[in-house]
């Protein structure tokens, strides 16, 4: 029998001596359990690329019969989207617009619908400080006795959420969707709070993982911005053209704020109030090709307002189209971009309305363009002639205008002044050609701007081009 090297037997003793005297002085701190109030809201999504769902969490603060009951999802469809709404935090988990498609979707003649929010990759958060703690309003659970629905037009729907605390302190959130429009509005009321709520107000906090939508991830990114409102009616917006990084602290209360890409926008207006010191972050993931940006905004909520019922917030998630974004809220069309403020009323006034007139009568948007174009050179007409003829007597009057320079020599006064004199006879006048073209140019600037940010046009097909939204690719 092969006998043990005492050697190592000793090393062996040694070894676990010194394992055991580790694992008794170096003990591992005990894992804290992960809740949804310790994820942090500023480091979501820009190195994962999403914002990690929460896993049907059950509060510290939440009453346990409520939060014995099973997640229960509902859904609420209109003509125009599908919403869907969870009891896992009384939330909005979902909007699907119904007539729309991402790019990718429409490339791979898919039939699923566009999706413009989900929690998974957008999450929206409100907590109050009370006696007991920090409590986030949308991570408890609710219970509610709303149904699946689809709602006509002329009609709407509302869906009631409440959770019950363990104090008898209730939540009640009530959601509105009427029967056509893109339009979700929600009431948010503490009840019971009496003596439990500290003088803070509420922080309202948007992550949004902004999707790639369109084609060209680059163009994507440029096209991907956040805009908002302020007290006194001035429009800010942040990250328009930029591929980087942007951030931004609001001067004043913000009365909305939106996440826009180039055809769509998902935003929020605080119907009764406003958001104080409202913070705006824009973070870029590079190495990404489904996420265009990480938006984050932040904002504060008078908590009076949640205790009285007046905290209603209005969410947008639709396309930029001038008659949905115009009824939402004052200035929130301006989220559709229609070139610089001198063409801004000609665009808004003049081609987006004839291009609507047009529209149900041409069925072929290639046609529809070529066909509004003509319109729009037929009505110049007049200034195209007049600017034509000027420059035809121009023409005519070159000889002489050599004739007077020959004769009159170096003088350039002379010159100038014997010119004006030919001119006058003829009744010609140099600037004559020059206005009708300068009188053209806001006209011609505006159907510039005007085209690329027309939805209509989107994933609409003419000859080779399958997409006249985007870059033509004859040869593929």
Do not use: H
Not at 2 to 23: A, P, S
Not at 107 to 118: G, L
Not at 183 to 190: A, D, F, R, S
């Amino acid at each position: 029998m092969e006998k043990f090297d005492k050697n190592y037997i000793i090393g062996f003793i040694l070894l676990f001596v010194m394992y055991g005297t580790y694992m008794y002085f170096y003990q591992p701190a005990e894992v804290p359990q992960v809740t949804e109030t310790s994820i942090s809201k500023d480091s979501v999504g820009v190195s994962k690329n999403q914002v990690q769902p929460l896993a049907a969490p059950v509060s510290a603060f939440a009453d346990s019969s409520v939060a014995s009951f099973a997640e229960k999802t509902i859904e609420v469809e209109n003509e125009n989207i599908k919403a869907s709404f969870t009891t896992n935090g009384g939330i909005l988990s979902k909007v699907v617009l119904k007539d729309y498609k991402t790019y990718a979707e429409f490339e791979a003649k898919s039939k699923n619908a566009m999706v413009i929010f989900d929690n998974t990759k957008s999450r929206i958060d409100l907590d109050i400080a009370t006696t007991l703690g920090v409590i986030n309003l949308n991570s408890l659970p609710y219970t509610t006795a709303s149904q699946n629905a689809v709602i006509k037009e002329g009609a709407n729907s509302e869906i009631t959420l409440e959770s019950t605390l363990k104090g008898g302190e209730k939540i009640q959130k009530i959601f509105k969707i009427d029967g056509k429009g893109y339009v979700i509005n929600e009431n948010i009321k503490l009840v019971g709070f009496e003596g439990k709520l500290l003088k803070q107000p509420a922080q309202f906090s948007w992550t949004n993982n902004i999707q790639a939508l369109e084609n060209d991830i680059k163009e994507n990114r440029k096209a991907a911005q956040i805009n908002y409102y302020d007290k006194e009616e001035n429009f800010e917006d942040l990250g328009l053209g930029s591929e980087g990084d942007n951030d931004e602290k609001a001067d004043l209360p913000v009365k909305w704020f939106s996440f826009k890409q180039k055809y769509f926008t998902s935003g929020v207006v605080s119907e009764n109030g406003f958001f104080e010191n409202a913070t705006f972050a824009l973070k870029t993931p590079i190495e990404s090709n489904d996420i265009v940006k990480t938006g984050i905004v932040k904002g504060q909520m008078p908590i009076d307002e949640l205790t009285s019922g007046k905290a209603n917030l209005k969410y947008y998630f639709g396309p930029n189209e001038l008659s949905e974004l115009k009824p939402v809220t004052e200035g929130f069309q301006q989220n559709l971009y229609l070139g610089y403020d001198v063409v801004k009323p000609i665009n808004r006034y003049v081609f987006v309305p004839l291009f609507r007139w047009v529209e149900p009568f041409v069925s072929n948007y290639g046609l529809l363009i070529i066909l509004v174009v003509l319109i729009i050179k037929i009505t110049l007409t007049p200034l195209i002639y007049k600017s034509y003829v000027s420059s035809a007597k121009m023409r005519l009057l070159a000889p002489e205008i050599a004739d007077i320079k020959e004769k009159v020599g170096d003088d350039a006064v002379k010159v100038q002044q014997e010119t004006m004199k030919l001119y006058q006879q003829v009744g010609v006048s140099p600037l004559s050609g020059c206005v009708p073209l300068v009188l053209q140019m806001p006209i011609l600037m505006s159907v510039f701007f005007l085209f690329p940010n027309m939805i209509m046009f989107r994933q609409k097909s003419f000859l080779w081009s399958n997409d006249l939204s985007t870059f033509d690719a004859p040869i593929s």
